[in-house]
Structures are given as C-alpha cells and as structure tokens.
C-alpha cells in the first residue's frame, strides 16, 4: 500500500523558512517523479514543484526562485524548502506520487493528507 506521511508545517512571519518532509513507503520511491501541491482555503488544489526519478526540477511561477524541491532516496523521503515566505504560501501543503519517472502535468496515483503551512504577522 503505497502511504505518503508530510511533515514540517508550521506557523512562520512573513519572509521566514520552512522546509516540509514527506515519508513514503509502499512503492519503490527512486523510480516515480513525485510533486508538492497545495490548497488555500476556498482554492482549488495548485500544482507547486516536481522532482523527476532523474532529479530534473519544475515549479510554479509564484514559487520560482523562492521554494526548493528535493528527493533523498536512500531515505525514501521528498523535501520542500520554502524561502522567503509570503502570506499567500498559507495553504495545506500536500506531496503526491506520479504514475511516470518524468514530469507529467497532473498526474498522480496517490496523495498524502497533507501539512499546514501559516504564514502571518
């Protein structure tokens, strides 16, 4: 059973850091691109970032430059740094399991529950 567990979300002023992790397990996780979305309150689901099996990298414009996709595959785990925070980065932020080894937009096979990520003065 493929299970994606995110973690690291938090409370954090504008301008500030935080980098989420995503668990996953079920699946053999060096062969599968895998992506980061997220939803705002009353929004629909966003694409963020994607990281291929061969770590090529995609992002949102609202986050170019400003947010960092990664994968450690020994440890079967996604990362997302997020840098220089704005109050429309509040979302839940989710990590999602393509089907593929390359990007293919939207597209996914599972998702996780996700971790909320506040960002206010």
């Known amino acids: 059973e493929v299970q994606l567990v995110e973690s690291g979300g938090g409370l954090v002023q504008p301008g500030g850091s935080l980098r989420l992790s995503c668990a996953a397990s079920?699946?053999?996780?060096?062969?599968?691109?895998m992506s980061w979305l997220r939803q705002a309150p009353g929004k629909e689901v966003e694409w963020v970032s994607t990281?291929?099996?061969?770590?090529?990298?995609y992002y949102a414009d609202s986050v170019q430059g400003r947010f960092t996709i990664s994968r450690d595959n020994a440890k079967n785990t996604l990362l997302l740094q997020l840098d220089s925070l704005k109050t429309e980065d509040t979302a839940m932020y989710f990590c999602?399991?393509?089907?593929?080894?390359?990007?293919?937009?939207?597209?996914?096979?599972?998702r996780g529950q996700g971790t909320q990520v506040t960002v206010s003065s």
């Open positions: 999602a399991k393509s089907p593929w080894s390359g990007y293919v937009a939207n597209e996914y096979d599972a």
């Open positions: 990281i291929t099996m061969g770590r090529s990298t």
């Open positions: 079920g699946f053999t996780f060096g062969k599968y691109a």
